[in-house]
């Protein structure tokens, strides 16, 4: 999936009724309708769509993965409920 500001982006809809978002991928690798399974790769990360603007010349844009954890599928960003992914994942190093 793309969008102008999320760049390319993977959604998890999990079964236990949330949804996680990894968006600025450079690519996609799972595709809609795929079963995933942790540990499997579902894209690459860059820094696609609006994840560093305003741009500025001459300055290299940070690779990196912007996670998002929401409530529901459909949740919507500002309507639903978003989630804390470190409480999830856990701190990193």
């Known amino acids: 999936m793309a969008s102008v500001a999320n760049g390319n982006f ?9 949804a996680s978002k990894y ?5 996609t690798v799972a595709k809609p309708g795929n079963h995933v399974s942790a540990g499997d790769v579902i894209g690459t ?6 994840c560093g603007t305003p ?6 844009q940070s690779t990196h993965v912007h996670i998002e ?3 529901s599928p459909q949740a919507e960003r ?4 978003r989630l804390d992914p470190l409480t999830y994942l856990g ?3």
Do not use: F, W
């Open 23 to 27: 968006l600025h991928l450079k690519e």
């Open 69 to 71: 954890l929401q409530t």
């Open 55 to 60: 741009r500025r010349q001459n300055i290299v």
């Open 10 to 18: 993977v959604q998890i809809n999990h079964a236990d009724g949330r």
């Open 45 to 50: 990360m860059n820094c696609t769509g609006q």
């Open 78 to 81: 500002g309507h639903g409920t």
């Open 91 to 93: 701190q990193c190093p």
